[in-house]
C-alpha cells in the first residue's frame, strides 16, 4: 500500500496554508548535516524517560532530574526514548535542508521515509505512532534555565529556553507531503553543550533504558552511578529496586553487545561502573 493510500485522519493534521509565516531553523552544528546530534541536556536529564505503555501521564510544570548544572521544568505529556528519536531526526532533518535556506522554516518529510530513519515498519500504526510523537513535542513546553551554582548567581534567574520542541507541523493535500518546523531556539540549547550520535547502534536497541543509558554514556564521562540515582534519573516505573537492578543489568548487557560500552560492574556499594571499549592496538 502507498504512502497516499494510507488512512490517514487528515482532519487531525492541518492543512499547509498558502504563505507560512517567515520562521528560522535553529543554529545546528555542521555536524548535524551528516549525524543527528543531540543537546546533552536531552540526554543527561530525565526529559526523555521511561513511560509504560498506556500508562503515559500528564506532568504540570514538573521539576526534572538533571545530571547536568540546568534546571528544567516540563508540562505536557511525558516523553519517551522514541520521543526523543523523533525530535533528533527532525532536528537531522532541518540541518540537512537549511541549505536550501527557506524563509519560512519549513521541514519537508515523508511517513515512509521518518520510520525508515528511526527502523520503524511503515503502516498505520506506524504512521499513527510518529504523529502522535509529533504532537506531544509540538504540545509540550520544555522550560530551561541556569542551575543555582553556576560562577555567576544572576544566571541562576536567567532562562535558556521557554517552548516547545516541534513549533508545527503541517500536510500539502495535492503533493501528499507532510512539514515540520523544529523550535528556532533549539540552538540555545546545543551551546550548552551537544554530543553526535552513533546512531545505527542506537537503533539496535530495542529497550527503552538501554536508550537511555546509551544517550548519558555517549554525552557523559563514564562516573560511577548509583543503581538508584539511575533508577530516578531515567524516570523508571520499576517500584521495586531489586527488579530494576535486573532490567538494568539487561540494559547494560545489550550495550556491551552493540559495542557502545566495553564493560561493567555494579560494586558492594550498588554503584555502576562502567568502562570503555578496550583500544585496539595497530601495528
Same mark, same amino acid.
Given at each position: ?7 490517514? /485522519? ?28 543531540? #543537546?546533552? !541536556? ?68 515523508? &511517513? ?9 515498519? #511503515? ?19 520544555? =522550560? ?5 551554582? &553556576? ?29 515540520? /518546523? ?15 550520535? =552513533? ?27 548509583? !543503581? ?11 517500584? =521495586? ?14 550495550? &556491551? =553487545? ?15 561502573? &562502567?568502562? #570503555? ?7
Amino acid at each position: 500500500m502507498m504512502e497516499g493510500q494510507l488512512e490517514l /485522519r487528515r482532519e487531525q493534521i492541518p492543512e499547509l496554508p498558502s504563505i507560512v509565516e517567515p520562521y528560522e531553523i535553529p543554529r545546528l552544528p555542521e555536524a548535524a548535516q551528516k549525524n543527528h546530534v543531540a #543537546p546533552n !541536556t536531552f540526554l543527561q536529564s530525565a526529559m526523555f524517560g521511561m513511560v509504560q505503555r498506556g500508562h503515559r501521564k500528564y506532568l504540570e510544570k514538573r521539576k526534572i532530574f538533571s545530571f547536568r548544572n540546568v534546571t528544567i521544568f516540563f508540562t505536557g505529556g511525558a516523553l519517551d526514548q522514541g520521543d526523543l528519536d523523533v525530535i533528533l531526526h527532525a532536528m537531522h532533518l532541518a540541518a540537512q535542508q537549511s541549505a536550501s535556506k527557506q524563509v519560512n522554516g519549513l521541514v519537508e518529510f515523508s &511517513v515512509r521515509g521518518f520510520l525508515k530513519a528511526l527502523n520503524k515498519q #511503515p503502516g498505520k500504526s506506524g504512521q499513527d505512532w510518529l504523529f502522535n510523537s509529533i504532537r506531544r513535542l509540538c504540545a509540550c513546553l520544555v =522550560e530551561v534555565r541556569y542551575g543555582e551554582n &553556576v560562577r555567576q548567581p544572576v544566571l541562576s534567574k536567567m532562562g535558556i529556553y521557554g517552548g516547545p520542541l516541534i513549533y508545527d507541523f503541517y500536510h500539502d493535500s495535492v503533493k501528499n507531503r507532510f512539514f515540520l /518546523r523544529v523550535n528556532a531556539d533549539l540552538g540555545s540549547l546545543l551551546d550548552l553543550g551537544w554530543t553526535s550520535m =552513533e546512531w545505527r547502534k542506537r537503533l539496535c536497541l530495542k529497550n527503552s533504558l538501554a536508550k537511555w543509558l546509551h544517550g548519558l554514556y555517549s554525552s557523559a564521562d563514564l562516573y560511577p552511578l548509583k !543503581t538508584e540515582t539511575i533508577c530516578q534519573m531515567s524516570r523508571s516505573t520499576c517500584k =521495586e529496586l531489586f527488579k530494576f537492578r535486573q532490567q538494568l543489568k539487561k540494559a547494560l548487557n545489550d550495550l &556491551v =553487545e552493540i559495542g557502545a560500552i566495553g564493560s561493567w560492574i555494579i560494586d558492594d556499594e550498588d554503584k555502576v561502573h &562502567v568502562f #570503555p571499549q578496550a583500544q585496539k592496538n595497530v601495528a
